[in-house]
């Protein structure tokens, strides 16, 4: 399950997710956090939470994850992506 779209945009799940850890700022939050903020399922969440850590989009402290500055950027210019 790739978070990543073939042309360089984030999948839906993972705008998603990636969405609901933004609202958070700076916190950390964990997987079933995420999973209600966000309205996807925990498992799914998971996957992606493992995807996102490896492309550096976010990062952990062990018990929670957050948004990188990489993360935000991409997901800044995912947003701007659509159609006009």
Wanted: aromatic share 2%.
């Amino acid at each position: 399950m790739a978070c990543i779209n073939p042309d360089g945009t984030l999948t839906e799940v993972a705008r998603r997710v990636l969405e609901a850890m933004a609202r958070r700022g700076a916190a950390f939050a964990a997987p079933e956090e995420i999973a209600t903020a966000a309205g996807v399922p925990l498992h799914r969440v998971r996957a992606t939470v493992r995807e996102t850590g490896r492309a550096k989009l976010i990062e952990g402290d062990g018990a929670g994850w957050r948004l990188t500055g990489l993360g935000r950027e991409v997901l800044d210019l995912d947003e701007g992506s659509g159609p006009a």
